[in-house]
T-cell receptor, first 114, second 114 residues
Framework: GDSVTQMEGPVTLSEEAFLTINCTYT??????LFWYVQYPGEGLQLLLK?????DKGSNKGFEATYRKETTSFHLEKGSVQVSDSAVYFC?????????????FGQGTTLQVKP | GAVVSQHPSRVICKSGTSVKIECRSL??????MFWYRQFPKKSLMLMAT?????????EQGVEKDKFLINHASLTLSTLTVTSAHPEDSSFYIC??????????FGSGTRLTVV
C-alpha cells in the first residue's frame, strides 16, 4: 500500500540555520502531498501542499517541491526561528481512490535553539 | 473557514468506563470525517473513516466494537471508546474533508485511562 517515510528526528538547529526535512513516498496513482505541523499540545495544521508533479508548495518561509522522479517532497526553510519548533508530518492522500485517506509519515521533531 | 471543533481536549477516565469524543464541523458540512490515533512520539494512525448516514469503515486491526463511531449528521461525528483500558490512553484526532478538498483537523483529545 501507499506509504510515507520521513527522516528520523529530533532535528536540533540554531536560530537562522537552514532546514531540510526529507520525505519520500511510495504510491500507486498520483497522490497529493502535504506537510503538516503540530505545535506542542495542539492539533495538526496544514503547512503547505502540492497536488501534482513539479508543483512547489510554500508558506511561512517553508517550501517543498513535488518530485515524481525521486518520489520525494522534502521540506526546506532558509532561516528557522525558535517559533518553528514543532513536529512536522509529511503526508499523502491516496490518488487512486476516492476514500480521501491521508497517510502520514512518522513525524520529525524540530528543535530550534536561540 | 473550514474549522473542526473537537471536544473534550483532555479526559481522564477510570478503567472499564466509556468515553465519548465529539468532532464538529463548524462552518461546512462534512460528509466524511477521519479518526486518527497518535501514540507518543509516533505518527498518526488512521483508525476509521466516518461517513454521514452510514456505517464507518475501520482500518485493519481496529476493533469496531471497542471504538464506536457515529456520524449522525453532516456536522457531527463521535468516537466512543468503550470499556476503556490503560492501553487505550492516547491522543485522538479527528479530521474533516472541507468543500475545497483540503483536510481540517481538530485540536485533539488526550485520553488517559487510570
Amino acid at each position: 500500500g501507499d506509504s510515507v517515510t520521513q527522516m528520523e528526528g529530533p532535528v536540533t538547529l540554531s536560530e537562522e540555520a537552514f532546514l531540510t526535512i526529507n520525505c519520500t513516498y511510495t504510491a500507486t496513482g498520483y497522490p497529493s502531498l502535504f506537510w503538516y505541523v503540530q505545535y506542542p499540545g495542539e492539533g495538526l495544521q496544514l503547512l503547505l501542499k502540492a497536488t501534482k508533479a513539479d508543483d512547489k508548495g510554500s508558506n511561512k518561509g517553508f517550501e517543498a517541491t513535488y518530485r515524481k522522479e525521486t518520489t520525494s517532497f522534502h521540506l526546506e526553510k532558509g532561516s528557522v526561528q525558535v517559533s518553528d519548533s514543532a513536529v512536522y508530518f509529511c503526508a499523502l492522500s491516496e490518488g487512486s481512490s476516492n476514500t480521501g485517506k491521508l497517510i502520514f509519515g512518522q513525524g520529525t521533531t524540530l528543535q530550534v535553539k536561540p | 473557514g473550514a474549522v473542526v471543533s473537537q471536544h473534550p481536549s483532555r479526559v481522564i477516565c477510570k478503567s472499564g468506563t466509556s468515553v465519548k469524543i465529539e468532532c464538529r464541523s463548524l462552518d461546512f458540512q462534512a460528509t466524511t470525517m477521519f479518526w486518527y490515533r497518535q501514540f507518543p512520539k509516533k505518527s498518526l494512525m488512521l483508525m476509521a473513516t466516518s461517513n454521514e448516514g452510514s456505517k464507518a469503515t475501520y482500518e485493519q486491526g481496529v476493533e469496531k466494537d471497542k471504538f464506536l463511531i457515529n456520524h449522525a449528521s453532516l456536522t457531527l461525528s463521535t468516537l466512543t471508546v468503550t470499556s476503556a483500558h490503560p492501553e487505550d490512553s492516547s491522543f485522538y484526532i479527528c479530521s474533516g474533508r472541507a468543500p475545497s478538498g483540503g483536510y481540517t483537523f481538530g485540536s485533539g483529545t488526550r485520553l488517559t485511562v487510570v
